[in-house]
């Protein structure tokens, strides 16, 4: 296998379509496990866990992953992608632990929080090499990571369930998957391409050359430039991860944690789609870059739209199958107390439909670099998101909080579309001089 050259977008796209399935799979298969062998409170703790680390990670990682992969011009080098990463991850690890005792949520449930959070530094280690390898379109190697991480984290999360009924062992042993993925695959491999990179074609760097590579730069004035720039995209995905979380947070606050685990659970169905329209992104996002830093519109366009055509599609499938057979899901991943909530699944389909046609808008945004821009983007869809869940959340109970990501979502399609436009509006005519 030549590790230095690029597949084709439709390789790269199979590859990272197969990987996430798997993934994902795994994923959903922990959260079947925690309700299998446990109760919609233990579901409850476990994603609580999850909701509240996401947005700190994620707005410690910057998206430096996407700002690799749209590095299209190599203004920084790998080792200072990695050194960045691994400054801010330690960070997140501190925040998290104020976080836990600052809330003031009871022992386990801190416990499994923190144990998620250390889970999460893990893969944020392994995003950066991820970054690297996208960059270099070479997504067969990120699916391969998936492929392994997804199988080992289901179980040794099982494991830990099951031997001591237990959510935070079960968190204990998906922190150790991650670790045992980071170090024995990602590091390696991710080393091996970019020493394939260094080179000349047929050429092998030697073991002091690959160990240099890995080698994290920790030059105060790039590291402070690149964090600058990048910083608009930490709020962002932070403030995404705010928007998809808020009604988790509050419906544990309002509720309690068995009715966010009977939430948690059904909305997760919203992955399967999102499979598809992951890999397909994450696959073109290099691609759309070189097309805009190219001023090739045209291509822009047809790809855009292309991807937004299979979205659009995927999304009316969605909601199709959970009204036709929303109940006899439930009741066969779940338990039969999830399949009285089958109103609930259909909404939440809704929600997962519209934002499968309205994903790649994003994508294009990162695409064409366009990151402070999307800080308002945000704000503004997270305070809608915030409003209707405390307006809605009272009258419907759990349908609210799938009402209220309907809306925002709507919402943060037409904002994204205008970002799109303007862009496009730029670059057919470069004489226009306006800052996002």
Known sequence: MQQNKPLTLRHNFSWTFVGNVVYAACQWGMLVVLAKLGSPEIVGQ???????????VLFTNLSLREVQATDAKH???????????????GLALVAIMVITVVTGYHQETSLVILLVGLSKAFEAISDVFHGMIQQHERMDCVAVSLMIKGPLSLLLLGIGVYISGSVAWGAAGLAVAWAIVLISYDIPNGALILGYARTAPHERSSKRELMLALRPRWHLKTLT????????????????????NIPRYLIERYLGDRELGIFAAIAYAMVVGNIVVNALGQSAIPRLAKYYAAGDGLAFRKLLLKLVGIGVLLGAVAVLVAVV??????TLLYQPEYAKHTDLFVLLMVA???????????????????????????????????????WLLPIFGLKGAAIALIIATIVKGALSSGVIIHALYKLDNPKINSEL
């Open 46 to 56: 476990f994603t609580l866990g999850l909701a509240v680390t996401a947005p700190v």
């Open 325 to 330: 057979a929303g109940k006899e899901i439930l």
């Open 352 to 390: 997962a439909g519209i934002n499968y046609g309205l994903y790649f808008l994003g994508d294009a945004m990162i695409a064409v670099r366009h990151f402070r821009i999307q800080i308002p983007l945000y704000i503004g869809v997270t305070t809608i998101s915030a409003i209707c869940c405390f």
């Open 75 to 89: 203004q920084y080098l790998f080792s200072d992608y990695l050194g960045l990463r691994l400054l801010l991850t």
């Open 225 to 244: 430039k690149l964090a600058w720039f990048a910083l608009p995209l930490g709020f962002v995905t932070m403030l995404f991860s705010l928007y998809v």
